[in-house]
């Protein structure tokens, strides 16, 4: 389990820039046995939580992003077209990973398709 133990598994972190978690970088990181997973972290600017649930070949990927922030969240899915928020597609970029999308402010709620 050394996803848990290196904190991957929640994906909390920030970009090499940035100072005081303006800049965050959020990778939750599914896998093995596990079926869900939630960090929270306080920071200089607020509570930064990123959580993920596994039903199936669907992927929920939960975030809140604090005040004065604003975060790269990097979605693990094979198929980047299929990130939505709220039902809603979302214009993700594809990246090595699967799919990333920067976000302001805010409480967000995506789903896609998961390895």
Known sequence: MT????GRVGGIGRTPSSV???ELLLRP???GRL???RAEQETARGLVAC?????GD????TVAVPPGSTAVLEIPTPDPGSVRD?????AAEPSAGGATVRL????YTFTATSY
């Open 35 to 37: 079926t869900w997973a």
């Open 29 to 31: 990181t599914p896998g």
């Open 58 to 61: 669907q992927l929920t990927v």
């Open 86 to 90: 709220t039902g809603a597609p979302v």
């Open 3 to 6: 996803d848990v133990l290196d």
């Open 104 to 107: 302001t402010s805010g409480r």
């Open 20 to 22: 005081a978690y303006r």
């Open 51 to 55: 959580g993920w649930s596994l039903t």
